[in-house]
């Protein structure tokens, strides 16, 4: 199974600060057509998770803008551009290139 | 608009089963894929499986395979998990979330808590 590795594993952020989370994968998700299936969620304190960037880096419905995603091949960054009180909770990166399925191992973003 | 409503949390003996269900409104369920997800409580998430509404074509994650079975019932839009020969690892909250755009998950039930204990 393709193995999601996400640093840091903990981010204590103040309310407008920009941050970013890391995810390296075990293998390429670039998969023969040319798409790479990275997807990244949030998923606040007893609530299901949220889709908040796909294919790498398309925005999610109603997701705010401060929100990007980038990278390929293996090595992919969210980037929270001005942090607001609402953002904590754990982020998940999961892929869906290779099956089965899997995530990351999640970063928890805490307000200071 | 679109919504995933899962049944209320089980409390269920060691070696029993259990059926889980995901009632959906909004959207023509029979013509879409679901996906069952597991979430130990502080831990992170896995993939249980999939299956098309359309043909009841099911796809499962090998770690779930004999564990995990897969159904749905187009005539009221829910799609059903069992859970069979149930150990106190498989204690968990179980999400369903409908397959959207690019093979994302952008709609999510509110998870129903597994929890075995004799």
């Known amino acids: 199974d393709v193995v999601l590795t996400q640093t840091p594993s903990t981010l204590s952020a103040t309310i407008g600060q920009s941050v970013s989370i890391s995810c390296r994968s075990s293998?390429?998700?670039?998969?023969?057509?040319?798409?790479?299936?990275l997807y990244w969620y949030l998923q606040r304190p007893g609530q299901s998770p949220q889709l908040l960037i796909y294919?790498?880096?398309n925005l999610g419905s109603g997701v705010p803008n401060r929100f990007s995603g980038s990278g390929s091949g293996t090595d992919f960054t969210l980037k929270i551009s001005g942090v607001e009180a609402e953002d904590l909770g754990v982020y998940y990166c999961?892929?869906?290139?290779?099956?089965?399925?899997?995530f990351g191992s999640g970063t928890k973003l805490e307000i200071k | 608009q679109v919504k995933l409503q899962q049944s209320g949390a089980e409390l269920v003996k060691p070696g029993a089963s259990v059926k889980l269900s995901c009632k959906t409104s909004?959207?023509?369920?029979?013509?879409?894929?679901m996906s069952w997800f597991k979430q130990i409580p502080g831990q992170s998430i896995e993939w249980i499986g999939m299956i098309y509404a359309g043909d009841g074509g099911t796809g499962y994650n090998q770690k779930f395979k004999g564990k995990a079975t897969l159904t749905v019932d187009t005539s009221s839009s829910t799609a059903y998990m069992d859970l069979s020969s149930l150990t106190t690892e498989d204690s968990a909250v179980y999400f369903c979330?409908?397959?959207?755009?690019?093979?994302?998950?952008?709609?999510w039930g509110q998870g129903t808590l597994v929890t075995v204990s004799s």
């Open positions: 293998q390429s998700l670039l998969d023969s057509a040319g798409n790479t299936y």
């Open positions: 999961m892929q869906a290139t290779h099956a089965p399925l899997t």
């Open positions: 294919l790498v880096s």
């Open positions: 979330a409908r397959v959207a755009i690019a093979a994302s998950f952008a709609y």
């Open positions: 909004g959207y023509t369920f029979s013509t879409s894929y």
